[in-house]
């Protein structure tokens, strides 16, 4: 599966030219991008576990979850779809969200993770209703990624109004 997953980004998301300055931490720039596409893979398995929570993964969340990808992390829509469906993989091939979360938690700082929040707000909210899974599934994640409850209140909030 780790094979896939350096073989999906080094065809989609290639970055020139492949090797750069290090950033300070003695790691390259090419280290900086297979995090950032761990962390993106990480980021839609969430997303998409929080889709299947109700056990109804609608065409609305699919297309809700496609635009989020296209837009917060700058794909066309073919690299967003391969992306969809490495993060599939791996989120059906995991044990439980660990992996995903841990990641995620010592990357993002509180400012992106309220990011994260709000997105993950706006595609439980995006067909109209609020399925008693997918609140408890959203709480379980925030808690996992150390969101306090009252960031995630506000990110629901601003999901609410549209952002």
Known sequence: MREDIKSFFQKNMAVDPPAGPTNGNGRGREGDD???KRLHVAACALLLELAHADDQFSDGERGHIEAVLQRHFGLDNATALELMKLAEE???NAIDL???TSLIRKSYD???KTLLAE???SLVLSDGQIAHHEAYMLRKIANLLDLEPG???AARKRAADGG
């Open 34 to 36: 297979a995090e950032r």
């Open 90 to 92: 791996e989120r059906s």
């Open 98 to 100: 660990y992996q995903f």
């Open 110 to 112: 509180l400012g992106q």
């Open 119 to 121: 997105i993950m707000w």
């Open 151 to 153: 960031y995630l209140s």
